[in-house]
């Protein structure tokens, strides 16, 4: 008996590895060997392909394609209509499949809504992806990027607002009151 909820319309391919209490929606297709964890809800009209990794408490939007070579640590949000790919030269008439890039999204990280995360470029722990962005290299830790091709333009805390450092490297989320540490570049929790 399964210990998880797809509904009607889902196409569950055999040899899946869906977790407890994980919810697939309306019209949604999890391919042969995707490994999707505990508590996870994927949205409608969601392609979750081969190989697929997703750990616990993902929350997949509608019309997200998480395609093979992605791996998507605890506590991912992806926005809706946000898209991966797993070629970095893709062309009809010539198979790549043999070519597919490796693209981790780190525990806590969200992607908004359209964003694009062109392959085999990793984000970290607590990023933020804008709405619309296009990820073309590596986003940092506790980074908020946006635009095309996306930039950094800040840092979040791990309740997603943005952090304001003082003179000392210290800023405070406003809702958690967790502080923040800035030194080389790099963000950690105090």
């Not at 979750?48 to 395609?67: A, D, E, R």
Request: charged share 15%.
């Amino acid at each position: 008996m399964k210990d998880f909820f797809a509904h009607e319309t889902a196409v569950i391919d055999p040899d899946c590895n869906i977790g407890k209490d994980t919810k697939i929606w309306h019209f949604s297709h999890i391919m042969s060997h995707a490994i999707i964890g505990e508590s996870c809800n994927i949205g409608q009209n969601v392609v979750v392909s081969p190989k697929v990794t997703l750990g616990k408490n993902v929350k997949v939007q509608n019309n997200v394609s998480i395609y093979t070579g992605v791996i998507c640590k605890d506590n991912v949000f992806l926005g809706p209509s946000m898209v991966f790919t797993n070629v970095i030269n893709p062309r009809s008439a010539i198979k790549r499949q043999d070519q597919y890039l490796e693209t981790i999204v780190e525990k806590g990280a969200s992607i908004g809504a359209n964003a694009t995360i062109v392959c085999g470029n990793n984000i970290g722990e607590y990023a933020f992806v804008g709405a619309g962005a296009v990820v073309t290299k590596e986003v940092l830790p506790y980074a908020l990027v946006v635009g095309n091709p996306s930039k950094q333009i800040g840092w979040v805390s791990q309740y997603g607002h943005k952090l304001h450092f003082n003179e000392n490297g210290i800023a405070t989320c406003k809702e958690s009151q967790q502080k923040y540490q800035l030194k080389n570049n790099t963000v950690i929790k105090l």
